[in-house]
Structures are given as structure tokens and as C-alpha cells.
């Protein structure tokens, strides 16, 4: 027979940002704990509102599955004596694994003990087995209570257990199991009682409760697209949004109000962002993207009195635009450049100066990435490191204006908006909106030449100068926020296709804050480390195999060339005669790597074979520069590898002759060298 199992913490409201995780770490206890334990079930659910934490497992088997154990213990000659009694040693290991002695089987010379274990019932398993799973749910922070020494997220207020139909009883933090669960906070704020897990979602919404977060987050997405439709626009619904709204309600019910007109005169996002991030409105747009003055909200409750619910977000939401119209109309009685010179007084890091200075940094900075992307055309140079230098001088301006300092989310798009007020060009009003792109994880990454070019300054100047002062982020530890960044940098060099050479950015860095030689070193390898460890999670996200990650990860400079390399291991892997090619390319690394780099003399060879391996060397090393067809460059790859086993075949590298020798050594280090460009393919794992 089976039984579901249901489990409900009531607590007091919980973060809603942290419930999410909290319900999938719920789910993931559970099954490893069910499994731990021997008891199958059928599937484990977990739903949840601000109030409560539930998990549904349907099917759970009545007992643990029986389990049979064979020991091994002593040989035959120490457990038996040459009459066949039991010798003190036989006797203590069957009384140690709880069977007769007569009972131990005889095998192999050696004597065992098998034991059956009958699976305990389930009910008594559960008595132990629900605390400790609440005991165990990570949490992103805890707190107690009373005079408990119990912690956990919010105060614990009621527990519902049941298998089946049946009680399971245990108490926690002084709060003792049953079947009675809460109602709505103002709808319905009588305990109602639970009879099975298959009839909670049922008698949850008998007592205004949607305890299913899918079937909540439905409801709210087609009540919210309604409300807006009515209002004649298309609501634009966030998924940080509606995830977050979705654990602030338990019976969500959607409504509008408007404001005054006159704010639709503020940029769009003076608007949004006081209405989105700090009243958690959903905005409303008309067909051609324009903002309406109207707004969509969630209420936690029913439809009674929707017009002074209404009423009281609107004043609540006045009040908010009001202060964005008062603070947008100071900010303008100064040019962006004006409001520049505060920076003066705004520290950027301990020891790393005003960000006055940082926006002249990034000014050097963002001109030498533009140097790099216009190689070889100077007129295009000349116009795009000037507007680099503009966006950069001007980039942090807005920190300092009324309206970034109020509405702080808004930082680099105030600084946009005012540049073309105060009629910068759009480029470089862009960039100042780009430099912080990507703002968390999945952000969009600058598209524009000059929104790169500002973004990666910031970023290199952000962690070189925060490495300068041993600030190296360690475990959880990020303060500045710097391992973002540093995958944001990364993205962005691979998006673009950037040949900027890392250890070039990072000399630039070092030049800007006058490091010595000793700090200049570590720098380059402390901050190497730090990308390579991003571009680790990039492939690993790409699914990459391991040993190819280690083989190219040896050399991370050009950033933006590594996942081609790897896809190219990878697809190198893939044909027949992979693991040969392999070990003939780790042959000349063994041989070479130690070798100084030197020229080539063809006059010095002796065998055909090293006339045919320079050939085969340099017919691959261009195809594999021209970047054509893969299959054609991986058949001159093959032909590589050919040609280096019949030279080991027919040649001694080390020759008596010096000069032949060294030519010899100069030729595999010369192909090493260029292998290395691709790959460590010593770090490849054959099979």
C-alpha cells in the first residue's frame, strides 16, 4: 500500500526573493532523505505563498524496503576451531552482527554473516524524519524567536503533517504537528482543518489561499494582461517582477490606477523605475511603446473595495513622481559636464582616489580599446577615441545629480538622458548607459562600438585598481561586486569578437595607476587567474568536457578566442584517429617545451621526413590562421600528426652535430609553440 505525505510550515511572511530557492532546496532534502531512508514514493511537489512551505509526496510506501547485508568476517580456521566449535573470535563476530554461529556461511575460506533487515513502518520513520528535513533547509539568513535557540528564516506559527490521513506527530521550536492549517490573513483568518495531501490545494482555496505558486503566477499574468487591456495599453511584465509579487500574494487579485499626465514629460525611466522597483507596479504601454499614465498592481485579497485600494497606491505613487520631477528639474539647471566637477569630492576606493580621477582613467583606458578596434584607419580613430574620451569624462556624472542619488537603479540611464538633453551625440550618450551593462546576470551587454569600449575600461580599471589594494575577492566574499564584472567582460570580448590581448588591458591599467614592475607581475597573474576561473563557467555552461577546458584554459590572453578553441578540441576529438593525433602532438611538446624558440634553417636538414614536416606544420598553422573550413583544417591537423611520428620514425633529434640538433629542437618548438595557440593537448584525457 501506498500513502501521500503532506507537510506544511506556517511561518510568519518570508522574503519573497528567497522563497524560490527555499521550495527547491525543500524538494531536494526531501528526496535525498526518502531515499536515505528506503522508502519510495511515486514524485515530490513543493508550493508555497509568503505564509507557507509545502511538500506533497504522493505514493510514499507504507515501509522501507527490506534490505539483505552479507558481512565478511574472519577466515574459517580462526572462527572455527578443528572440531567445528566456534572459537572466541567466531563467537564475538556472528554476536557482533546479531546471528547464531551456526548460522555463519562457509565460503571461499572465510566465514559470513547474512542478515535481513525488514524495513521499518513509515509512519514511525516520519516522527524523525520531517524535523530534521525543516532543520536542514538552507537559508539565506535566520533568526530566532521567544527564548527558543531554534533558528530558522521566519518564526514557525503551525505545522500540518499527514500520511494519509493520519497525523504525524512531532514538535519543533515548541509548535506541535496536527491537521489544522491558516486561512487568509483578512479573507479568511479562521484555521481550517487539512484531511489528506490530496485534499490541500482544495481546502487551502476554500480559505482564499492559492497555494500552488504555478497555477498563482497564471492567474496574476492573465489578470495583470486584462486589467492593462482595459486600459488600452500592454502591460510590461518583468520576470524579477512577477516573480517577486508572486510570493508576496496568496490570493492575488489585479488593478489599475493612473496618474497625472504631466509626468510622461520625465524620461520613460524616471517614471518605470519608481513605479516598477520601489511600489512594485507593473507599467503600461501603448502599441507604439510609448508609457501610459496608468499602472497595473497586485492586491492580496479580493475584489471588494478595488477603488480605494486603487486610490491609496495612486497617492502612494504621486508622491514618488513628484519627487522625480523635483529632483530631474534641479538636476537640470546644470550640464551633465557641470554636474561632473562634484566628483571631485566623491571617493571612488580607499587609496584610489575621486571618481573624478577614475572617469580620467577611463578616458586613457577607453581611447586604447578604440586604438585596438580601428587598427590601421586612422580617420575612423581620430573620431571614435575622441567621442570615447567625451562619453568617459562625462560617465559618471550622474552619480552625483538628484535623481541617481534618490533612485539609484537609475545610474548611467539618467547620465544617457542627460547628455541628450544637453545635446551630446547619441553615441556617446549611449555608451555612458552601456558601461554597466551586463547590471546583473542575464543582462543584455553593450551592442554599441563605443558602449564596449567605455564598458570594458570601467570593468578593467574596477579590477585592477581593486586588486592593487589585495582586495581579491576569496570564497563567498565579493564586496565590489567583481567576479560579475569580470564574466560581464568576458561576455562582452567573446560577443564582439574582440582581439584585444588581456595582459595589454591590464599594462594599460597598471600604467594609469603607476605600479612598480614586482606589483605589475602579480597583477598580470592574479588577474589572469581571476578570468580564466569566469571563462571556466562560460564553457562549463557550454558544455565543454572537462580535459578540454584544462587544455585551453592554459593560455586565456586573447579571451575572446577561447570557446572557438575549445569547439574545435572538441570537434578535433571527434574524429577516428583523435587519440594518435593527441599523443603525436604531446610527443613534441615532451621533446620541445624546454627548448628555446629559434629559426628555422631548411639547409640543415638531413631527412626527407623534416622537409615533409615543416610543410605539413606550415600547411596547417595557415589554415588554421585563415580560419576556413573546418573539416579541411582538421585533415592538415591529421596530416600534422603523420608527419610528426614518420620524423620521429627516421630522425634523432638529438643529433652529434650542435647546429642539426638545435635545428631539429628549433623546428618541434616552433610546432609546440603553435599548438599551444590552441590547445595544452598534454591535458587531454584518452580513453
Known amino acids: 500500500m501506498k500513502r501521500d505525505l503532506l507537510l506544511e510550515i506556517g511561518t510568519e511572511e518570508i522574503p519573497a526573493h528567497a522563497m524560490p530557492n527555499l521550495l527547491r532546496e525543500m524538494k531536494r532534502l526531501a528526496g535525498e532523505m526518502l531515499t536515505e531512508q528506503r522508502i519510495s514514493y511515486d514524485e515530490i511537489r513543493t508550493l508555497g505563498t509568503p505564509r507557507r512551505m509545502a511538500l506533497i509526496v504522493t505514493g510514499a510506501a507504507e515501509r522501507q524496503a527490506d534490505v539483505n547485508t552479507e558481512t565478511r568476517g574472519p577466515a574459517i580456521s580462526i572462527a572455527f576451531d578443528a572440531d567445528g566449535n566456534p572459537t572466541k573470535a567466531g563467537a564475538g563476530f556472528a554476536r557482533g552482527q546479531h546471528v547464531a554461529p551456526e548460522d555463519l556461511i562457509r565460503r571461499d575460506g572465510y566465514v559470513y554473516a547474512a542478515v535481513h533487515e525488514t524495513g521499518a513502518p513509515t509512519a514511525e520513520i516520519l516522527k524523525e524524519l520531517l524535523p530534521a528535513l525543516i532543520r536542514a533547509i538552507p537559508l539565506p539568513n535566520s533568526m530566532r524567536w521567544g527564548d527558543l535557540d531554534f533558528r530558522f528564516i521566519r518564526p514557525i506559527r503551525w505545522i500540518v503533517a499527514l500520511y494519509g490521513t493520519d497525523v504525524v506527530p512531532f514538535t519543533l521550536a515548541e509548535v506541535t504537528s496536527g491537521n489544522r492549517s491558516r486561512g487568509h490573513r483578512t479573507l479568511a483568518p479562521e484555521d481550517f482543518t487539512i484531511t489528506s495531501a490530496a485534499d490541500y490545494e482544495t481546502a487551502c482555496e476554500a480559505a482564499y489561499i492559492i497555494v500552488d505558486p504555478v497555477r498563482r503566477r497564471a492567474m496574476i499574468s492573465e489578470q495583470i494582461a486584462d486589467a492593462a487591456k482595459a486600459c488600452g495599453g500592454t502591460a510590461e511584465i518583468t520576470p524579477d517582477l512577477l516573480e517577486e509579487v508572486l510570493y508576496l500574494v496568496e490570493y492575488p487579485t489585479a488593478l489599475s490606477g493612473s496618474f497625472e499626465e504631466k509626468y510622461l514629460a520625465l524620461p520613460a525611466e524616471a517614471v518605470i523605475t519608481p513605479m516598477r522597483d520601489h511600489q512594485r507596479y507593473f507599467p503600461v504601454k501603448a502599441a507604439d511603446g510609448s508609457l501610459l499614465p496608468v499602472f497595473i498592481t497586485v492586491r492580496n485579497g479580493g475584489r471588494e473595495h478595488l477603488d480605494v485600494v486603487a486610490h491609496g497606491n495612486e497617492r502612494v505613487l504621486r508622491a514618488r513622481l513628484a519627487d522625480a520631477q523635483f529632483f530631474f528639474d534641479e538636476d537640470r539647471k546644470k550640464t551633465l559636464a557641470e554636474h561632473r566637477e562634484k566628483l571631485h569630492t566623491v571617493v571612488f576606493q580607499q587609496g584610489l582616489g575621486s571618481m573624478y580621477e577614475k572617469t580620467e582613467r577611463l578616458a586613457q583606458l577607453a581611447a586604447s580599446v578604440v586604438e585596438d578596434m580601428t587598427a590601421g584607419d586612422d580617420a575612423a580613430y581620430e573620431t571614435m577615441a575622441a567621442d570615447a574620451r567625451r562619453a568617459a569624462e562625462l560617465s559618471k ?133 581571476f578570468i580564466r576561473l569566469r571563462l571556466k563557467n562560460v564553457l562549463t555552461e557550454r558544455g565543454v568536457r572537462h580535459d578540454v577546458q584544462e587544455a585551453v584554459l592554459s593560455d586565456v590572453d586573447a579571451v575572446a578566442d577561447v570557446p572557438g578553441r575549445a569547439a574545435y578540441v572538441e570537434r578535433l576529438l571527434e574524429e577516428s584517429d583523435a587519440a594518435a593525433l593527441v599523443q603525436s602532438f604531446v610527443r613534441v611538446g615532451n621533446i620541445a617545451r624546454s627548448a628555446p624558440t629559434g629559426a628555422v634553417d631548411p639547409a640543415l636538414f638531413a631527412a626527407d621526413e623534416e622537409r615533409a614536416l615543416l610543410a605539413a606544420y606550415e600547411a596547417a598553422a595557415e589554415l588554421r590562421a585563415a580560419g576556413g573550413d573546418t573539416a579541411e583544417t582538421i585533415a592538415a591537423e591529421r596530416r600534422l600528426a603523420v608527419a610528426i611520428d614518420a620524423f620521429f620514425d627516421a630522425v634523432m633529434v638529438m643529433d652529434k652535430d650542435a647546429r642539426v640538433k638545435t635545428n631539429r629542437l628549433s623546428l618541434l618548438k616552433s610546432i609546440d609553440n603553435d599548438l599551444l595557440e590552441i590547445a595544452d593537448f598534454s591535458k587531454i584525457v584518452l580513453n
Request: charged content about 25%; proline content about 4%; overall charge negative.
Open 397 to 529: 556624472a550622474d552619480l552625483v545629480t538628484g535623481m541617481v542619488t534618490e533612485f539609484t537603479e537609475l545610474q548611467g540611464i539618467m547620465g544617457r538622458e542627460y547628455a541628450l538633453l544637453d545635446g551630446e551625440k547619441p553615441e556617446v550618450a549611449r555608451a555612458i548607459d552601456e558601461q554597466y551593462m551586463p547590471r546583473f546576470a542575464g543582462d543584455a551587454l553593450p551592442e554599441s562600438d563605443l558602449g564596449f569600449a567605455l564598458s570594458v575600461a570601467d570593468k578593467i580599471d574596477n579590477i585592477v585598481g581593486t586588486f592593487s589594494r589585495g582586495k581579491i575577492p576569496t570564497g563567498s566574499q565579493d564586496p565590489f561586486g567583481l567576479r560579475r564584472q569580470a564574466l560581464g567582460l568576458v561576455n562582452m570580448l567573446i560577443l564582439h569578437e574582440s582581439g584585444i590581448l588581456l595582459s595589454d588591458l591590464i599594462d594599460e591599467a597598471c600604467d594609469l595607476y603607476d605600479l612598480d614592475d614586482a606589483a605589475r607581475s602579480k597583477m598580470q597573474g592574479d588577474v589572469a587567474e
